[in-house]
Each structure stands twice: as structure tokens, then as C-alpha cells.
């Protein structure tokens, strides 16, 4: 069965799939978070996701050609919530010392105690609640969700979290969430963390605030990936990258391959 892909995601676990790039030909698509136009495949009977998010997914279109859709299992959706928490977290604390010192001179940089941090966690989801559960007793953990907070608490959370991690959907309502506006709240030396997605910080406003020096950010998402946009020049002290990584662990990689697996057999029986 012919398997058309825009992600690279599989690369290592795609032994015995049938690739192709003629969109014509394909039977199943094989996402990553980048969109797709189903209109470009007119034999496809199955779309499957690598990843939690479905904010590039056509679902109703889908539903309407009668093509099943498919999300990664509630087993791997676990691993994905924990593993993404887990990087989240190694992020954090990666730039809450990121100034601790220098082996050449042997000096030792002056910091506060990390308990006395504190970090704001803009969404409660699957991934935010994990960061909460796993972080509480690292930090000073502050909590916000539009489910459980006023729009007028956010600014004063802003103001005095040390760190901000976000980890709401990617949605219209969503886009440039963090914006001049709210990136002009952090205090100096503030750092933000993003492991959503890039689009919901807009990234105009986060270079004249990377280019002030005046707060640091740690990205693993991005607006274009691969991401060779005007905020790579400010890497890897002002804002540190990695190329979205955060839940790529075996056992998601496994799990997804055994789920496509699944989809490819229910289109094969049918």
C-alpha cells in the first residue's frame, strides 16, 4: 500500500512501507504537524497523525471522502504527554542555570536557590498538568488556563515568573498569544519556554525582545521547520533551539509505527 509522507518522524521504524512522492498514487498519508491538501490525493483512504496535535489535521474533508483518521494510541499518547513533559521540564531547568559560572576564569556566578524560582505554566492540558506534577517541589510552580483563570490574572503572573512555559493548542484563538503586549510584561532575565507550538508566541515581537538582551527563550518549536529564521542568529545563548525533539523517544516511535500498522491492516481487510 502506497504511503505518501511529509514528515520525517518514522525515518528509522518505516522498514517494509511503500513509500512514494506521486500524491495520485498514495492510499495513506503520514503526517508530521505541517498542513495538507486532501484535494492533491484523490485515491487516499487513510490519514494517519504522528503527534497529539490535530490543529493541521482536515477532518471534516476527511470524514466527508470517507477516509479514516487516525491519532497515535491512548498507550502512546501517554508516553508522547510524559516524554514532552519530561523535555519541557529538562529546558527549564537548563536556563534556570544557565549563568552559573565559568571553567576557563573558575568563577563562580552569584544565583537565587531554584525553590525560590518561579515558573508559570500557561495551559493545564495533558502536557501542562505533567509539568505541574513533576516540577512542584524544583520551583515555585504558578499555574494559568483559561478554564480556571481570568484573562486579568495573566498579568500579573507574567510580571513575576522567573519562567514562562507554555502549553495550550495551537489555534486561531491561540496565534500570537504571547505578543509586545505580554513579552513586555517579563521581567529582566525572564525566560520563556515553548514546546507547543511556534506560532502561538509571534516572533516579530520575541526578536526585538532577544535583540534588547533583555529576557532569554528556549524553543523547540518553530514558526518554519526547519527553522533558519532571524532569531537562529541569537542561538544558542540568547535563544536556545532544538529541533523539535521534545517527544521523539523510542517508545513513541515504536508505539506510532505499530499504530499506522493498525490503520494500514483496517484500510487492507476492508
Not at 520525517?8 to 491538501?37: C, H
Not at 508559570?120 to 510552580?141: A, C, P, R, W
Amino acid at each position: 500500500m502506497k504511503i505518501w509522507t511529509n514528515t520525517s518522524t518514522l525515518d528509522d521504524f518505516n522498514s517494509g512501507l511503500d513509500f512514494t512522492e506521486n500524491k495520485s498514487e498514495a492510499y495513506v498519508a503520514l503526517l508530521g504537524s505541517k498542513p495538507i491538501s486532501l484535494s492533491e490525493f484523490p485515491n487516499l483512504k487513510g490519514l494517519f497523525r504522528a503527534g497529539v496535535g490535530k490543529d493541521n489535521v482536515p477532518e471534516l474533508e476527511a470524514q466527508e471522502r470517507g477516509i479514516k483518521v487516525k491519532y497515535p494510541s491512548e498507550e502512546t499518547q501517554s508516553i508522547i504527554f510524559g516524554e514532552t513533559a519530561n523535555f519541557a521540564i529538562h529546558l527549564i531547568l537548563k536556563m534556570m542555570y544557565k549563568n552559573i559560572g565559568e571553567i576557563g576564569s573558575w568563577t563562580k556566578s552569584k544565583r537565587i536557590e531554584l525553590n525560590q524560582k518561579k515558573v508559570l505554566l500557561i495551559g493545564q492540558g495533558n502536557i501542562g498538568k505533567l509539568v505541574k506534577e513533576k516540577l512542584t517541589g524544583f520551583t515555585q510552580v504558578i499555574t494559568y488556563d483559561v478554564l480556571s483563570n481570568s484573562p486579568e490574572e495573566l498579568k500579573g503572573f507574567l510580571q513575576e515568573a522567573d519562567c514562562i512555559s507554555i502549553h495550550i493548542p495551537n489555534s486561531k484563538e491561540n496565534d500570537s498569544f504571547i505578543d509586545k503586549k505580554k513579552l513586555a510584561l517579563l521581567k529582566d532575565g525572564a525566560v520563556l519556554i515553548n514546546t507547543a507550538r511556534g506560532q502561538i508566541v509571534n516572533e516579530e515581537d520575541l526578536l526585538n525582545e532577544i535583540k534588547k538582551k533583555r529576557i532569554f527563550a528556549a524553543f523547540d518549536v518553530f514558526w518554519e521547520e526547519p527553522y533558519f529564521g532571524k532569531l537562529a542568529d541569537y542561538h544558542p545563548d540568547q535563544f536556545y533551539m532544538t529541533p523539535h525533539v521534545a517527544s521523539t523517544c523510542q517508545g513513541f516511535l515504536e508505539g506510532c509505527r505499530k499504530d499506522l500498522d493498525l490503520l494500514i491492516k483496517e484500510i487492507h481487510d476492508e
